[in-house]
């Protein structure tokens, strides 16, 4: 807060104060309905959005981000606690804040730690396959709310205004900001009235409640809401400590990953830098301080931010006045919010989560890496056939399997000389030259445990497809490190190869790379030469074979 606060000017105030004003309209519905989602009263929803802002503030390094509770995060909770306890019950609005207070330590641990790269593990692709699995359920859920019953034995009443707001809601999604653009209104306005469109649905379903009286006819609202800030909450469950570590590893985790996806995204546009490990600190105290008001896990939301970055937010002051909105309104009169309907708040969360359905992901993953694609469906089919846990799970699992897959098989390719030059390329896109007793081959990867198996594999596989050799050239021009046992196996293909009487050489050798070397056996031992570059190495090795052409034709591809 002390840097933001130092660089503050006078001109800054009027968009923080209308961001403020725009977030706190929309946090009212929002929250309320995030915490039906977690399965709490309507209020912990509002609790969970006063504290935990200000306490980002103090910490956070986004200047927009606003951190609040979120669906996919209301879900997991929701999951984490229905084995544990009844919703709604004492117990489980303990176990909420329990989990709240377990997840924020976790965080701050990892900031203090500054370990917030571990998050570049969590690939995009089952980023958007969880967020896609998680929308669903989500939306799914919803469903017996928005029709006031299950299938086919709904309520009619329910039913209508649920499916009314949920038209609507569509429709200002869709359709209301290029005619609000037509009316004249900015670019910026226009999106505002579009994020404001749910308070407004939400306020109008309200008004034709009362007006019909249809809470007598059976539509169900949010109850009485009690007046005042949020006490001081130290309650925990001793019992329930153990059962809680996993999930809070695991909310804590998506936490992470969903707020520096929100905060990434703004500050590109605003040309900011973010600090990962600040991030961490800042929403493990925003979630601590959750748990100490009652209330449940919360992260940077996407939307949110979203609005109060379009409403003209400067800085975290825009959730500052936010915040203190929200806790007037707790402490005036809190009659009207007993009056909200839940078909109308259900129809806000099912139009929440279809925006996150990030098809669009999808269809780039399936033309680009088909890998990726099924890694994306399936942690969206986990989510929804195991759980959210199970599917978070499987995205890490399936993330840094891609990872090791790759790694463990790095591409290879047979060297040429382009005629005249003395560039080198791969043969199999290039019309390049080589010599029948020299095989230059270029490493694209480092050395490690993991993939030297394989590297020996193609060496030798070359050599046999290239029986004349009697010289073998390593360019290393992408290896930046060489573990022990790739040295290891570097020092027994320099040994078999010295007993069939052919060399081995290296040539463009990174210096930090070269000076691992230098501290082992392996230069003095080595059946041949380090040159400076591929092009000494094939004028410095001699040849009594002839040069020969490899293709007639170039192969039309601009990458090596």
């Not at 050395?447 to 070359?462: P, Y």
Request: net charge neutral.
């Amino acid at each position: 807060m002390l840097e933001w606060l130092r660089r503050y000017r006078r001109a800054m105030l009027a968009g923080d104060v209308s961001a403020g004003i725009v977030v706190a309209m929309m946090m009212i519905p929002q929250g309320m309905a995030y915490a039906l989602v977690a399965g709490l009263p309507p209020v912990v929803g509002i609790y969970a959005s006063i504290l935990p802002p200000l306490l980002y503030a103090l910490f956070g390094s986004s200047m927009t981000q606003s951190v609040g509770p979120m669906a996919i995060i209301s879900l997991m909770t929701a999951t984490a606690l229905a084995p544990l306890a009844a919703s709604g019950s004492g117990l489980y609005l303990v176990l909420a804040a329990q989990l709240a207070l377990m997840s924020g330590a976790v965080l701050l641990a990892c900031g203090l730690l500054r370990i917030g790269f571990l998050a570049n593990f969590f690939s995009r692709p089952v980023m958007s396959g969880f967020t896609i699995g998680s929308a669903i359920l989500i939306a799914l859920a919803q469903v017996k709310v928005l029709l006031g019953g299950e299938l086919p034995d709904f309520h009619v009443p329910s039913a209508v205004m649920g499916l009314v707001c949920l038209l609507a809601l569509l429709f200002a999604r869709n359709y209301l900001g290029a005619l609000l653009r037509k009316a004249g209104l900015r670019a910026t306005a226009a999106d505002i009235g579009v994020r404001l469109a749910p308070m407004l649905v939400v306020v109008a379903a309200t008004a034709l409640s009362v007006g019909l009286d249809l809470q007598a006819g059976g539509v169900a609202t949010t109850g009485a809401v009690p007046a005042g800030l949020p006490g001081l909450n130290l309650a925990t469950s001793s019992a329930h400590w153990r059962a809680l570590v996993q999930p809070a590893l695991l909310i804590g985790f998506m936490t992470f990953l969903i707020s520096m996806s929100a905060a990434q995204t703004l500050a590109l546009k605003r040309q900011e830098k973010l600090n990962s490990n600040y991030e961490l600190i800042g929403l493990g105290a925003a979630n601590i301080g959750s748990a100490l008001t009652g209330g449940f896990p919360v992260t940077g939301s996407i939307s949110r931010s979203a609005v109060n970055f379009a409403a003209g937010a400067n800085t975290p002051l825009a959730s500052i006045i936010t915040a203190a909105l929200l806790a007037t309104a707790l402490v005036a009169p809190t009659g009207w919010l007993a009056l909200l309907p839940l078909p109308a708040l259900a129809a806000t969360i099912v139009v929440a989560v279809l925006g996150m359905l990030e098809l669009s992901t999808l269809r780039t993953a399936w033309r680009y890496d088909r890998g990726d694609a099924m890694a994306l469906l399936a942690t969206a089919v986990g989510v929804l056939a195991m759980g959210v846990e199970a599917g978070v799970i499987i995205g890490v699992v399936l993330s840094m399997g891609t990872l090791i897959w790759r790694a463990s098989r790095p591409h290879i390719a047979v060297l040429g000389r382009i005629a005249g030059t003395e560039h080198f390329r791969n043969i199999e896109r290039y019309p390049a030259e080589t010599r029948a007793d020299m095989l230059m081959l270029r490493i694209d990867a480092n050395l490690f445990f993991g993939n030297v198996e394989a590297v020996n594999q193609r060496i030798e596989d070359e050599l046999r497809n290239h029986p004349e050799t009697r010289n073998l050239v390593l360019v290393m021009t992408a290896v930046s490190s060489i573990d022990t046992s790739a040295l290891f196996a570097l020092s027994e293909l320099n040994q078999s190869l010295r007993q069939h009487g052919i060399g081995l050489h290296l040539a463009e050798v990174k210096g930090p790379v070269m000076d691992r070397l230098k501290d082992s056996d392996f230069p003095a031992a080595l059946n041949g030469t380090i040159f400076l570059s591929a092009a000494m190495a094939w004028e410095g090795i001699s040849s009594a074979l002839p040069i020969r052409e490899m293709h007639d034709e170039p192969v039309p591809s601009p990458a090596d």
